[in-house]
């Protein structure tokens, strides 16, 4: 059984930091392109960032300079470091899993509030 389980969210003030875990089970990591989507309320999801099997990284332009998205293929673990978060960074974040065969894994996402 495949399972994305996310973790690391939570609330934290304007100018803060948080980082996000994504621990994957009942796959071959390695074999993943893995990324980071969020939804805030009353918006569409959309891409964070994605990190491919080589660990080629791409942003939203929203987020370039403040986010870094990683992942350790032996902890079968991603990360997204965020900093310098803002209000609109206020979203419920999901890991994602996508294989090159068509394999599409999501996470049930994790609340991340940034609010004074």
């Known amino acids: 059984q495949v399972q994305l389980v996310e973790s690391g969210g939570g609330l934290v003030q304007p100018g803060g930091s948080l980082r996000l875990s994504c621990a994957a089970s009942?796959?071959?990591?390695?074999?993943?392109?893995m990324g980071w989507y969020r939804q805030a309320p009353g918006k569409q999801r959309e891409l964070v960032a994605t990190?491919?099997?080589?660990?080629?990284?791409n942003y939203a332009d929203s987020v370039k300079g403040r986010f870094t998205i990683s992942r350790d293929n032996a902890k079968s673990t991603m990360y997204l470091q965020m900093n310098s978060l803002e209000s609109e960074d206020t979203a419920v974040y999901f890991c994602?899993?996508?294989?090159?065969?068509?394999?599409?894994?999501w996470g049930q996402g994790t609340q991340v509030t940034v609010s004074s």
């Open positions: 994602t899993a996508k294989s090159r065969n068509g394999d599409d894994y």
């Open positions: 009942g796959i071959t990591f390695w074999l993943f392109a």
């Open positions: 990190i491919t099997q080589r660990s080629a990284t």
